[in-house]
């Protein structure tokens, strides 16, 4: 015990004293009960020695030598009979003072340990502070103000569990006077601070330090509320459960289960039910340390394999929960011999497997297991009953965060609805919540976007078509050759007649794809090999070196088109790359695009990338729109082509097929609308007029120079294709700024367009990318 009362900061000035407690006794000694009066006199007559424990003491050396005294004065209120079970101490209030321990207090702190430091709660000082103040509030001013939240300690038991204590105050022998440096407070003083607790000074400045005195002694008495304070604590931890990657809070969850069971090596971990692939899958939000047992750091197994064969009928079919107490006994009467196994090698000797379910549906198994043998048991699997509540709400939120993350991946990979128009979209829905909530009918309206300026671009991979088929041609050629060798060689040791028949076919097979291939040859050519070819092959009994040929033949055909696959394979990894990579650098600029103005972006991937832009003032009405956004999307998009231009010229060497791509741009300044398409689920061009724009766009690509043979798009170099004067000055004056940056060569080429279905007039710009520069530079 400490010799000294040492004071935190606080409004009060403390001194012990048993001044009411003493008078108590005055009275009782003035009574005619004899055996009583008599009683009493005899403990004042040794309290008279001691007057400080009337008069107050701050000298705590006086307790710890007059402690018999003590337990006799405080006999009354610390019965022995009930020593063994009440957890009672006297204290100070808000304070950790205590002494007069009951027997069970005392055991409880010698279990904790002599390091063990007994503090409240989250309890900091300005709380203290504040509440202290209150006390004054109430008890002097006649206030009535419910200061407090329950307050805890949280001490361990031998076993290192952590128990919960809720702390109850006594403060009946206590006496609160104000000191010449208190300040005395009016109705409106009192109004201010109940309106800012969190203002600790203000409440120092009404409350100044050490300005009231506390004398008398307080009585403490702690209930153990270690489950309900767990269960709480769990309830907290399982709100932050799914959106939190922390080793602390995975301690927390083993804690709380520990204290709730009283098992020193208590585990758990959760197990998420799929219902729709019968699988059982880690959930993501359980840390490594957290890991479920049945499936033991595997992401997912299905729920079918033999290992689970013990417990799926009662847990998964009958939801119902699932307990081994002794899993050596288990073994010893041949009892679920695989998962004991699988238990025994992790040393799990008891362990409960309990479904999650809501509204009948399973949602996970929540997985409890010990190294002790018999801890846990179908008794203490009742306590399951406190806490499941608590994981189907959190198993439920957490799959449907799942299901909305993967609608979400849905939207932005496969329907995406872009950012910059979604508020239109989203107004529509809250208008349909609204209708149907109040039972009216509903009509979606179309989503329009009228007004706005169409940009498009793309890079296309040259002369696409003609790379596919000719290595589409390679691959068959080179597969019908080896069948004609390894058929050649049949014929010398099998007398068969159809062999030679079979080899006639396939020559004429061959000599076809000296032409161009038809739409169907492939097929027909497949079809070909494995009804009339493969049989034969398959199925002869020859020499080892032809068997050998014909196992080579198999390997090296592809198991997803049964095809010879490597020329084609080259063609389309390198066509993948290209499209990735190319991709890549678009959508990353398109962060930054954003900035110039809120506009509507979408981008696919074919045979190259290609992206369209629409800006205006109806996609962002609250904000004001001007041309001069647009002239500045426009040099963006020049000089972002020109970047993933140098980009493909960078990786060309790297690419497992020689590709070469061209760069366009298409200019159109007539402002037209945009119409979201329910039935394709895309924006597209609205009106007649309007169709035009769509047009030129899918055919210009493939349209030629005016008079000439010659294609408008050229490698490593970016056209741009017009129709009006002001537009072509517009670019000039671009690809000069891009030229000053070294991004374009000084050559310009000018052209017309040949005429397109129902178009003309279109006239062409082209400009070499300079290629000496490994990057490009964005003002």
């Known amino acids: 015990m400490v010799q000294k009362l040492e004071q935190i900061e606080s409004p009060f000035i403390i001194q012990i004293s048993f001044h009411i407690l003493i008078e108590t006794l005055e009275n009782i000694a003035a009574s005619d009960v004899d055996y009583r009066a008599n009683y009493a006199q005899s403990l004042l007559n040794e309290i008279k020695l001691i007057p400080e424990f009337k ?19 405080l006999a009354d209120l610390f019965p022995t009979a009930l020593t063994k079970n009440e957890i009672k101490a006297v204290t100070i209030p808000f304070t950790n003072i205590t002494f007069n321990y009951t027997d069970r207090f005392k055991k409880i702190l010698d279990e904790a340990g002599v390091d063990f430091d007994m503090n409240i709660r989250d309890l900091d000082q300005n709380n203290l502070y504040i509440m202290s103040c209150c006390l004054i509030l109430n008890s002097f001013y006649n206030q009535n103000i419910d200061f407090t939240n329950p307050l805890f300690y949280d001490i361990p038991d031998k076993n290192g569990i952590m128990k919960h204590y809720r702390i109850l105050y006594n403060a009946d022998f206590i006496d609160i006077t104000p000191t010449s440096n208190s300040l005395q407070l009016t109705e409106a003083d009192i109004a201010i601070l109940i309106d800012n607790f969190d203002n600790i000074e203000l409440w120092k400045e009404k409350f100044p330090p050490y300005s009231w005195n506390m004398i008398g002694f307080g009585i403490v008495q702690l209930f153990d509320a270690s489950i309900e304070s767990s269960l709480s604590n769990l309830k907290t931890n399982l709100l932050k459960a799914t959106d939190t990657k922390n080793e602390e809070l995975e301690e927390d969850f083993q804690s709380i289960f520990r204290s709730i069971f009283k098992i020193p090596n208590l585990k758990a971990g959760v197990t998420i039910y799929d219902s729709q692939d019968n699988l059982l899958i ?114 439920s939120r957490y799959k449907l965060d799942i299901q909305n993350q993967i609608e979400a991946i849905i939207q932005k990979e496969y329907t995406s609805i872009h950012s910059s128009v979604y508020w239109k979209f989203k107004k529509e829905a809250q208008r349909y919540l609204h209708n149907t909530k109040v039972k009216n009918d509903h009509v979606f309206k179309e989503i329009i976007f009228k007004e706005v300026y169409p940009l498009f671009g793309e890079i296309d991979i040259k002369g696409s078509s003609e790379h596919r088929n000719q290595t589409v041609k390679q691959d068959l050629q080179k597969q019908i050759n080896t069948l004609i060798e390894i058929i050649d060689t049949l014929k010398s040791s099998a007398n068969l007649m159809i ?111 290609e992206h369209n832009l629409y800006i205006g003032a109806s996609i962002h009405p609250s904000l004001p729109f001007d041309k001069m956004y647009l002239s500045n999307l426009r040099l963006w998009q020049l000089q972002t082509l020109c970047e993933m231009e140098l980009e493909h010229h960078k990786m060309k060497a790297e690419l497992p097929y020689h ?91 000018q052209f017309e367009v040949e005429d397109l279905q129902g178009v003309s007039g279109l006239k062409g710009i082209r400009v070499k990318v300079v290629h000496q520069n490994t990057t490009v530079e964005h003002s």
């Open 499 to 609: 062999l030679e028949q079979r080899q006639f076919e396939l020559t004429s097979h061959l000599n076809e794809l000296d032409i161009a291939l038809k739409a169907d040859t492939e097929q027909v050519i497949q079809r070909y090999i494995e009804s009339e070819i493969h049989p034969i092959i398959r199925t002869q009994n020859t020499t080892e070196e032809v068997q050998s040929a014909i196992s080579n033949y198999f390997d090296k055909i592809d198991e997803k088109t049964g095809m010879f696959y490597q020329a084609r394979k080259k063609f389309d990894k390198a066509l993948s790359k290209v499209n990735k990579r190319l991709a890549a650098i678009l959508d990353e600029k398109q962060i930054a695009a954003q900035n110039i103005f809120p506009h509507y972006y979408e981008r696919f991937k074919s045979d190259g990338v």
């Open 282 to 395: 880690s959930p993501k939000f359980e840390d490594k340390n957290n890991s479920s047992f049945i499936l033991f750091n595997t992401e997912k197994a299905d729920c079918n394999e033999q290992l689970f064969d013990c417990f799926r009928s009662t847990v998964v079919q009958d939801q119902k929960r699932f307990i081994i107490s002794n899993v050596n006994k288990s073994a010893e009467a041949n009892q679920n011999a695989n998962f004991i196994q699988h238990l025994k090698c992790h040393n799990i000797q008891s362990c409960i497997l309990a479904p999650v379910v809501k509204n009948n549906e399973l949602l996970g198994i929540f997985e409890l297991s010990s190294e002790s043998p018999n801890v846990l048991n179908s008794i203490n699997a009742n306590k399951l009953d406190l806490i499941l509540p608590y994981l189907v709400d959190t198993l």
């Open 659 to 749: 590709l070469e791509v061209t760069s366009l741009i298409l200019v159109f300044s007539s402002p037209i609308s945009i119409r979201f398409r329910m039935d394709e689920k895309r924006f597209d061009v609205d009106g007649s007029y309007n169709a035009r724009y769509e047009v030129v766009k899918k055919r210009i690509d493939k349209a030629f120079i005016k008079g000439t043979k010659d294609r408008i798009t050229e490698k490593e170099k970016i056209t741009i294709v017009y129709s009006h004067a002001h537009e072509e000055k517009e670019y000039l004056d671009y690809i000069k700024y891009l030229q000053f940056k070294n991004i374009l060569e000084k050559t310009v080429e």
């Open 55 to 73: 008069t107050g003491l701050q000298d705590l050396t006086l307790i710890e030598q007059n402690q018999g005294l003590l337990k006799n004065l």
